[in-house]
């Protein structure tokens, strides 16, 4: 990579990139894994790697508090809480709409990690947490205010770094990988990923399947963020919705709501690999996958990765779900 790009240091990397033998045999091409639920903080997952550069980001500016928004099941929520207090800064995070009954999952997690969590109730987050930096800002503080996922081009430009890692690991196996399919939503790791396809070269098709987001909405998100990023790491390129890669047929009953292929694949999953997948993202991809093997789209010759992006807190506050 040309630049080094100040960082502190949250996830234990080089996360596993394993082979899944059982759930190739069970649907046809070879399948591995790259393990991005194991990069620690809390859980792990995909946002520990943007954190690293998002966090210290903060710290150059002197910021004393990280303000982020998302759902109630939030990984990323977590996560940030999770590097808040690793950093030594106050967390503060902006949930869709009202309290839950229960505290369960991803948002027991965010008080366990001593974040301070704000309902948008019917207001849109980020305007809640416009108001709350401002309020920071009122009292003498330093708010960090971190995106949606933390899909900035700053935050993506750690996925271009781990397709650096992913390589290297290819090559020490001998692999070579005709597609990567992970999932996609905010746009950030999947913005990364693409860079980092053009900075190592790799050739296999990087796959995102959305699990909320409309063709023109996701493709025109990850191409602005994947342009910025792009820039900031001196490999300038300005990518155009048509060159993203991804595919919209998985969004079932809508975002966070688990149907029966999510559950299907999570039950695959577990069952033939002891990897567990969330009912949200990775769950929503894994089934997507599958269905795409199935209907002979991913031919059964064909070596493919799966890009593990984390979640699986989540998994607690679908008891009943799970298990009716």
């Not at 933390?150 to 890692?165: F, N």
């Not at 929503?284 to 699986?312: C, N």
Request: with cysteine; glycine share 10%; hydrophobic share 40%.
């Amino acid at each position: 990579m040309p630049i080094d790009l100040p960082r502190f240091h949250l996830a234990h990397l080089p996360t596993p990139l394993e082979f899944l033998p059982r759930l190739s045999r069970e649907l046809g091409p070879r399948i591995y894994v790259k393990r991005d639920d194991q990069t620690g903080l809390a859980g792990g997952g995909n946002k520990t790697r943007k954190l690293e550069f998002l966090v210290a980001d903060a710290l150059a500016q002197k910021a004393d508090v990280l303000i982020t928004v998302g759902a109630v099941q939030s990984n990323h929520c977590r996560q940030t809480a999770a590097a808040a207090a690793k950093a030594g800064l106050r967390c503060l995070l902006v949930l869709r709409g009202d309290e839950p009954k229960e505290t369960t999952g991803n948002l027991l997690l965010d008080h366990l990690l001593g974040a301070k969590v704000l309902w948008a109730g019917k207001r849109s987050r980020e305007e809640v947490m416009a108001e709350v930096a401002d309020e920071e800002r009122a009292a003498g503080r330093k708010p960090y205010p971190v995106p949606l996922g933390g899909s900035t081009p700053l935050g993506a430009a750690a996925y271009a770094l781990a397709m650096e890692e992913l390589k290297a690991q290819m090559e020490a196996q001998t692999l070579n990988f005709d597609r990567i399919l992970f999932a996609s939503s905010s746009g950030g790791t999947h913005a990364g990923l693409v860079v980092g396809q053009q900075i190592t070269g790799f050739r296999g098709e990087v796959l995102g399947v959305s699990v909320d987001e409309d063709r023109e909405t996701l493709t025109s998100t990850v191409a602005r963020i994947a342009t910025g990023t792009a820039s900031l790491l001196g490999q300038p390129r300005a990518y155009a919705p048509q060159d993203i890669s991804a595919n919209v047929d998985y969004l079932g009953a809508g975002y966070a709501i688990m149907g029966e292929p999510e559950r299907e694949a999570i039950e695959l999953f577990a069952q033939t690999e002891g990897v567990l997948v969330d009912p949200v993202y990775t769950g929503r991809a894994a089934a997507g996958m599958i269905d795409l093997i199935r209907r002979g789209v991913i031919r059964i010759g064909e070596t493919i990765l799966f890009w593990h992006t984390g979640g699986t807190p989540a998994l607690y506050a679908y008891e009943e779900q799970l298990t009716e």
